[in-house]
């Protein structure tokens, strides 16, 4: 990992890592140039995309401060996020996933969380970018595993929101590039083994990209995210292998759940934050799926 660039003044800078988001990424990139902080730097690290996305990507230049496309020679997210890390001159790095959306005042509220807290990285709570209930379990679950995580002292982050302090991000040594889908987690445990400070911010939420979660369904996706999240004590010390693809290209058809119905989920939720503890939330998601496990491909 190369020395820290030169600083100038710019708060954050947003990387972003894509590949065939022509469709997605102008939705994001709208969201950053309405922010109602502006003091940041936008680098769109593109792997080598067959669709418009750096074209559509272009047309934002102007609406920045700062703002740079970079090609990546390898299509690989962490290599990807390490490569815009190096042009980051801000003094906080955001990671982003191109499919993300932001409410307009989400750099504001960070920019407040960090002079409250005084953390060196930290990631957020997400919520869902549809209405439905399914959705609403998944970032459910997302948000109860990263506490849970902390309560055990594993902690994790989802690799589509994670910010640090360039400084931080440099001490860690990057992104494992080999660490595949698992890179995020490892990213933030590797920070704290060198003495940095992580925290979740409740608030402000990320919009979350659901479109992964439509295409391989809900059930397998909340089963994933616990296999890569606590290992450990879900497969003992055998590690599972668990295939992670990029690309906007693979989400062009969605695919529903078959057989579970709106009011399956809607029941599931309702119970889930009835639930006052993690531990009984987890319970129930558990045992949910595992009386629904026909229906889940593992």
């Given at each position: ?46 792997g080598n995309s067959e669709d418009k ?246």
């Amino acid at each position: 990992m190369q020395d820290m660039p030169k600083k100038v003044n710019v708060f954050f800078s947003v990387v972003i890592p894509a590949l065939n988001e022509e469709k997605y990424l102008p939705n994001l990139l709208v969201d950053l140039s309405s922010q109602t902080y502006s003091d940041f730097q936008v680098i769109v690290v593109d792997g080598n995309s067959e669709d418009k996305t750096v074209e559509e990507s272009s047309k934002f230049k102007s609406k920045f401060k700062k703002f740079t496309i970079l090609q990546s020679d390898r299509r690989n997210v962490s290599y990807q996020r390490n490569l815009g890390a190096k042009s980051a001159i801000g003094k906080w790095i955001i990671f982003m996933d191109a499919d993300n959306r932001l409410p307009d005042y989400f750099l504001d509220g960070i920019r407040y969380q960090i002079a409250k807290t005084k953390c060196d990285i930290f990631t957020t709570y997400c919520e869902p970018d549809t209405n439905n209930a399914g959705d609403k379990l998944v970032t459910q679950s997302i948000n109860a595993v990263l506490e849970i995580a902390q309560f055990l002292e594993k902690p994790s982050a989802q690799g589509a929101m994670i910010g640090v302090t360039n400084e931080g991000f440099y001490k860690i040594g990057g992104f494992d590039t080999e660490f595949i889908p698992s890179e995020d987690k490892m990213f933030v445990r590797a920070a704290i083994k060198k003495g940095l400070e992580f925290l979740i911010f409740k608030e402000p939420r990320y919009i979350f990209s659901m479109r992964r979660y439509k295409k391989i369904g809900h059930l397998k996706t909340i089963k994933n995210y616990l296999d890569i999240n606590f290992q450990d004590e879900i497969n003992g010390s055998k590690r599972k292998s668990l295939e992670y693809k990029m690309g906007g290209h693979l989400f062009n058809q969605d695919k529903k759940d078959k057989k579970l119905e709106t009011e399956d989920f809607k029941r599931l939720f309702k119970e889930i934050s009835n639930q006052k503890t993690f531990k009984g939330k987890v319970e129930i998601l558990l045992k949910f799926i595992k009386h629904n496990q026909s229906l889940i491909k593992i």
